[in-house]
């Protein structure tokens, strides 16, 4: 059976008469049947991705010991602060089930739609990231945030299907003014009036969607697949004009922050290190202000292109043509890279545990899976890729533990972290990659 | 020996062509047609559209969403687009940007044809004349009455809750430009009276791929009422159209934005190079890059009616100051742009050898024979080449003794011994080293590492001498030709050929080989055909079992 959001949505809803054109206000409620926001009530879990390209270095990332109280390896050493509150998963391995793996590519679907892909740029199933945001995410301004400090909004993982990619903001400044430009309501703000501007245009909107039906039934079977996209996003613009209107319940956590000048992007490593840094801010203050409650990050790019200035060779060449050093085991001008790539993951974590917020921060009410789209770019192995997953989850996730997956399909673990944010899904995956076993020593 | 055949058909056609004027390879065979297409605007479009209904002062602001690539062509990945939430938040704000400047006191005289009973409060009669007269233009066709009902409805709410007859009008218009009808090009087709049994575009989906195809906008008022007519479903009804659209100095920005998608100069966008190995690299030098070889083909290909073949021979180009310090020619212009004729013996010969085509297919620090030699054949060729193997083995090349391998040639050499490299490398990296001659941002050099640089050549049986040598080869290479071809139909019709327009595609090969490779000759061959314009399969009214898009090729994929 395929699943979809709108499958999601009507499990979620209790199967009533659901078919289509769902009114948005039904989904504010959350899946645990909690209000949302109003002070002292439970705060929302969050669910974040963090990606980069050319994995790591074997034998310099895997601790030695399983379970909780880990050694920290020396490439994961700038993590040190969060080791109780990070995972490490080693061992699991993403299965290309006869289609051939594509390089730098078929990994990272792997991991996120559960089924090797069939060639570059093409997915079988939607990212897992979206069926979060389908299931957490309505209740919020944007369903979900994509980023990359790379430059190019090209730079996404996250998509619906081979063709619905939902783009990356490449700018931190242009991230800003989309959060806390105009149209941002400070939910601690003593006065509202509700902007009879916004009131207009979502009443217009149902010029647009009127015309849904008749558009539909002239166009074929695939184009109605993206016209019914389309048609999604209206909604989800409806929403985001509702919640302006709304008088946002204070939130103690949330203070908009200020904003950052014009910046130079590209992937040069001082560049992206400084466009993330300030993306990874931007980011920790949408999900205290409930502007998302899911987003997708790109440290890199998946042939990881980063570079030095003056250096004629990208992180993704030296992976391939740097000679092993023997005394260090690992490519030392690709280490580099590597040592650049796991302080960008800690000013990260850095950004969303300075928040403080209720009884902890926002890295303790949050999921962040951090993933690579290979083990060793150097060969493009794809087993025992490496993935981490920081934050506790508000309580729901047993945090610090190192597991090793023996070899087991990489959907054992998108599988566990669905499962925990509360998308309804007991088997996840295709081929040998299906799977129904949850990764168990993490769940509570 | 397929090649081989064509050739020999081609040359004789043209022979014939020269005795009996265009009676060659007629009549057309029969075309199945192919599935219609529903495509997302580009940006480029959108900016053109806007431009032609408001003017092109009107600024427009905002991120669009990437295009994907499919079958080599951006053009055709619009046919499988959608429109996600942070895209649509996207088109909104500039919807709202562009109707606020359309509504402005600055705008609104010479935009509207009337004016408001009081600026105030609702006008119902002048929002519809307004709405009906815009809509006709940014939908292709006539809003419904329904529609336009709807339009009117909009701008009357919010005109009242606004108290504003202008920003009324401004809600109005911006719902129109964020609409589906808007934002996709949607083909509608019905039964063909002149072919019973067949179906065809209606005639305001024919106007709408015309447009696009040859000018890369939106139909114009004069071919909307030859749509509106009938005019242009009859043979000199569409002849008419398409010689004043194929006559007029739009033109070139169709041709300009066919030859972008096919170069993929959508990467310059993102294009990096080192600043340290490059100094010279600036956004403004790529940009001009970019210009310089789309002015070198308009020049070539319109200005000069000129064969196809001699874009990859052509000494004749544009160059800006910033140009010139790459190409170390002096260029001293007033206005821009200098027209340059490099010396015969001269490497520069061919957009193969424009800074566009040398940067865009290198690395940020240093030139990549391997990238050159993939892009003639993916781009200039149509020749689709594998992705590397996933496990490579790169012993040979970290070997300590890499240090003796200098230039690029020794390493690809060394690289090439791999058995499960030596495949595609075979056919990718002779071709390239042909360029070796250019650097990573397309400078001049005779030497790489103080060692000098070999830049031989060969193309499947062809051998040759750098890049003049390689521009020679494609020049007479067929499959140069038919890849063109190939791509301007693929461009035209938003999908790749079907197995049914097989005939239709050599006999298009044919009549471009009869017709002396002339681009416009081949866009007029395409632009007044039955088979451009022909449906396979008729759309059932509940729309179950309307025949599916082509599957996409893969879409390309950086290396």
């Given amino acids: ?444 | 020996m397929k090649l081989h055949l064509k050739r020999s058909f081609a040359a004789a056609c043209g022979a014939l062509a020269l005795l009996t004027l265009a009676s060659c390879g007629d009549p057309a065979p029969q075309s199945s047609g192919g599935p219609p297409t529903v495509r997302r605007v580009t940006k480029d479009q959108y900016a053109a559209i806007i431009g032609d209904i408001f003017g092109t002062d009107i600024k427009i602001e905002g991120r669009f969403d990437p295009d994907v690539r499919e079958s080599g062509l951006l053009a055709i990945g619009t046919s499988h687009v959608s429109v996600t939430p942070s895209s649509l938040e996207q088109y909104d704000s500039i919807a709202r940007f562009v109707a606020a400047q359309v509504v402005d006191e600055h705008h609104r005289a010479q935009l509207f044809g009337c004016k408001p009973a009081s600026p105030t409060a609702p006008d119902d009669a002048c929002a519809a004349q307004f709405l009906a007269e815009v809509g006709h233009q940014l939908y292709r066709r006539p809003l419904t009455g329904q529609e336009l009902k709807a339009q009117v409805a909009v701008a009357h709410e919010a005109a009242g809750t606004l108290g504003s007859f202008y920003d009324g009008i401004a809600t109005s218009l911006a719902i129109m430009l964020e609409s589906p009808r808007f934002l996709f090009r949607e083909e509608t087709a019905e039964p063909d009276p002149d072919h019973p049994g067949q179906m065809r575009l209606t005639a305001f989906a024919k106007a709408t791929r015309l447009s696009f195809f040859l000018w890369n906008t939106t139909p114009d008022d004069a071919l909307l009422a030859a749509a509106e007519s009938g005019e242009l479903n009859s043979k000199r009804g569409l002849t008419r159209q398409v010689d004043r659209m194929l006559a007029s100095p739009r033109l070139k920005s169709g041709v300009r934005a066919f030859f972008s998608d096919m170069l993929g100069f959508d990467a310059m966008a993102t294009l990096a190079k080192d600043p340290e190995v490059y100094p010279k690299f600036t956004p403004t030098l790529i940009g001009d890059a970019q210009e310089q070889t789309l002015q070198t083909l308009t020049d070539h290909l319109l200005a000069r009616n000129g064969d196809y073949r001699d874009v990859f021979t052509t000494r004749h180009t544009f160059l800006t100051p910033l140009l010139g310090a790459i190409y170390r020619v002096p260029v001293d212009t007033k206005t821009g742009w200098e027209a340059h004729d490099f010396p015969d013996g001269d490497q520069h010969a061919g957009i193969q050898t424009e800074v566009s085509f040398l940067a865009l297919h290198s690395h940020p620090g240093r030139s990549s024979s391997t990238l050159r030699g993939k892009a003639v054949r993916e781009i200039l060729l149509c020749q689709q080449v594998p992705t590397p193997p996933a496990n490579v083995n790169f012993a040979i090349v970290q070997d300590t003794k890499n240090v003796l391998l200098r230039t690029a040639r020794d390493r690809l050499t060394a690289h090439r011994t791999q058995p499960t490299c030596a495949g595609c490398h075979k056919i990718i990296d002779p071709i390239g080293l042909s360029l070796e001659n250019f650097d990573g941002l397309g400078g001049y050099r005779n030497q790489e590492n103080g060692a000098p640089i070999d830049a031989g050549g060969e193309l499947d049986a062809a051998r040759f001498e750098g890049a003049a040598g390689l521009g020679k080869v494609l020049h007479d290479t067929p499959a140069a030709t038919a890849c063109l071809v190939n791509r301007l139909y693929g461009y035209g019709a938003g999908r790749a050929p079907v197995t049914g327009e097989a005939e239709w595609m050599k006999y298009l090969q044919a009549q471009f080989a009869a017709q002396g490779y002339r681009l416009p000759d081949l866009m007029r061959t395409i632009v007044t055909s039955d088979a451009f314009y022909r449906i396979s399969a008729p759309s059932k009214p509940d729309g179950t079992t309307q025949a599916e898009s082509v599957p996409a090729s893969p879409k390309e994929g950086k290396s």
């Fill in chain 1, 1 to 444: 059976m395929k699943f979809d959001r709108r499958t999601a949505l009507k499990g979620m809803l209790g199967g009533g008469a659901v078919t289509v054109a769902l009114p948005f206000l039904d989904c504010f409620l959350n899946t645990n049947g909690t209000a949302l926001a109003a002070t002292g009530a439970p705060l929302p879990t969050r669910f974040g991705t963090w990606f980069w390209g050319c994995g790591l270095t074997p034998g310099r990332w895997i601790p030695q010991k399983i379970g909780a109280g880990y050694d920290m390896p020396p490439e994961l050493k700038p993590l040190e602060a969060f080791r109780d509150r990070l995972s490490i998963f080693s061992g699991f391995k993403a299965n290309t089930d006869g289609k051939g793996a594509v390089p730098h590519y078929t990994g990272s679907m792997a991991i996120m739609t559960g089924a090797a892909p069939k060639a570059q740029g093409m997915v079988e199933a939607p990212t897992f990231d979206t069926m979060v945001a389908d299931t957490i995410g309505a209740q919020s301004r944007f369903r979900s945030l994509e980023v990359t400090a790379t430059g190019n909004p090209s730079d996404s993982n996250s998509r619906r299907s081979s063709a619905v990619i939902n783009a990356s903001e490449p700018s931190p400044l242009a991230f800003y003014q989309r959060l806390f430009g105009p149209e941002f309501k400070d939910p601690n703000a003593a006065d509202f009036k509700p902007d009879p501007r916004v009131m207009v245009r979502k009443s217009a909107l149902s010029a647009i969607k009127e015309q849904r039906d008749a558009l539909l039934v002239e166009v074929g079977a695939a184009d109605r697949v993206r016209l019914d996209e389309y048609f999604s996003s209206i909604r989800q613009l409806e929403q985001q004009l509702d919640i302006q209107l709304q008088k946002p319940a204070p939130l103690e956590a949330c203070k908009a922050p200020g904003q950052p000048g014009t910046t130079k992007l590209g992937t040069q490593i001082e560049d992206v290190t400084a466009n993330h840094r300030l993306m990874a801010g931007l980011m920790a203050q949408a999900l205290a202000c409930n502007q998302t409650q899911v987003f997708n990050v790109m440290f890199g790019d998946a042939t990881s292109s980063l570079r030095k200035t003056g250096n004629t060779t990208t992180h993704h060449q030296l992976t391939h043509e740097e000679p092993i050093d023997d005394k260090s085991g690992c490519q030392p001008e690709a280490t580099f890279f590597v040592e650049r790539i796991v302080e960008g993951f800690q000013t990260m974590l850095t950004a969303m545990d300075s928040v403080r917020e209720g009884d902890g921060t926002l890295l303790d009410h949050m999921l962040l899976l951090a993933y690579s789209e290979c083990s060793y770019a150097k060969v493009h192995s794809l087993e025992s890729i490496p993935m981490f997953v920081a934050g506790r989850a508000n309580g729901k996730v047993k945090a610090g533990l190192h597991i090793d997956g023996g070899g087991d399909p990489v959907t054992r673990v998108g599988l566990t972290v669905q499962q925990v944010l509360g998308v309804p899904v007991s088997s996840w995956g295709a081929g040998s990659m299906q799977t129904s076993k949850s990764v168990t020593e993490i769940m509570v």
